[in-house]
């Protein structure tokens, strides 16, 4: 496996032992790769990015018969750019872009179709869903929920557990599912639970456990069951 | 190990690198096993199956001296149906039967005493404690925590991060647990906190965030902290 | 690996396959090991202590340009008294301590500067953030997330999926972080959300799905977002 022609190794790759490697995978300079690791078909590391130990990278999409979002049939590898620092347990799909210096926390999953963008942080035990799109210097902190086709500007910051849905009318058929949108600079409490297809206006501010069903407006903040306007 | 004469393997079956798997387990045609799985012994995995990488098929369960739970001696083996998919880094329990068609997620765990009917699935980061009954066609999303002695019919949907629980008195005592009883067909919106004991009946809608304290009739509509009914 | 002198093996281990042991780890009397374990430099292993599989024992904390956090330079190695019970797919970091009795469950995590007090247990999919100290006999039910700097004194029941936090400012800037205070025999119910820096009373008890805003006196009782005390 390892001496397999079509797999791309940079200068000074330090691996665990009993990784497995598929073909087609480029691996960058300074990289260091943990034990019990996986890497499938066509995977890109850039350099000096460190993976932790027994994770799954670049694992294709597979679904039963009752779930609506079909497989991609032929997603692009996973693309891991350089610096980024993924922990232990991790598990990310085909399709998906981490950009320089992304961290990923331990027992973190990130589905296919995904774009982290630069210094951003997938905290532990979080979840990406497909389609969503984070932008730079975004915590994402331990615990969240990021459902699928979300929109998540520069800047935002989510406390720990925070949770999120798409769909309105919760698998009763078959229409647009659409996640939260979130502006730059918006800040998150933790455990806040965010409806469907609402947007929150940049800066906003959502206080822990909050329960937002509604479009907030920039700059306002927000608390309660059901969220409502307190003064700044 | 894979030349023991009481694993029974079935036609097609292909295995990934270091598989570690115990005696007298049964491996059904067409099975796919990833890399880093470790099946314990006697578990039996249907036709067309598919096993993730970093999995624990099968696990016995322990206990330390605090835990009011008592280990089962000796309970059967897990149970896998035909056209099962499990994720990467899953942890089953031994004692459960998954029928067919089941899909489990990433990262999920499902303890002893458990049972999920066809075509049900179980998200990623789920979990799904002893002796609880999971019905035909349910969605159980991503995060959720499924406490044991639950009882949830056919239909059920549960979105993102709904929080269950089963001891009414918080550990202060030996009585009998109960998990909620959750009819056919209700739909549970994400971040909903339910208590110990509640029925919510058929077709019953709770919505995202809203924390459930009594029993629900039969198509109510509830939400808030606590819930209360709005009109549909 | 297995014959470096540096490792100290007790009497009666049981290893499964495919182990990684590095140097300078003590391992006790009648100790079990799974398989796919990551053991890592230094690590001491009380006696009758049990580690599932697919574990990482050990690891060190890294992190990214924009983590507040820095990591420890010199932890010592994580120690793990005797009769210690750790399930699967678990990750535990340098420079913390779980004493004697205490049962980590699958999918969980601690991270480093932790110390965790006998009997106590940290739940399934559990997280314990760094500089947390948590008392005897203490259960951290299934899903909670603990953050850091948290005192957590004996006896305090976490029902399942409690979230806290300890950032008032939520990543704007360089203070103190500051995460709650709960006092002995406090009881939480499931998926409450605490804000940071508040102090839980003894013997408080805090409802299913509240969020606590304040400091609560001992033996009250409160409920609801936000939450309110209600007579015993």
Partial sequence: MHNDPT????NNVVVGEHV???SNVQIGNEVTIGSFVVIKEGTVIGDHTSIG?????GKAPSANKKMARKPGIALPPLVLGSGVKIGS???LYRGSILEDDVLVGDLA?????????EASIVGRNAIVEPKTTVGKRVT???????TSDMIIEDEVFFGPCVSTSNDKY???GNYPHQGPIIRRGVKIGNNATLLPGITIG????????AVITKDIPAKAIYVGNPGRAISR
């Fill in 7 to 10: 797999i791309q190794w940079g």
């Fill in 170 to 172: 919760m698998g009763m």
């Fill in 140 to 146: 994402i902190q331990t615990g969240c929920y990021i």
């Fill in 53 to 57: 130990d027994l994770v799954v990278l």
């Fill in 109 to 117: 999953s990130i589905r296919e179709q995904v774009h982290i963008g």
């Fill in 20 to 22: 497995v490697i598929e």
């Fill in 202 to 209: 940049e800066e906003a501010i959502i206080g822990a456990g």
């Fill in 89 to 91: 347990n991790v598990v």
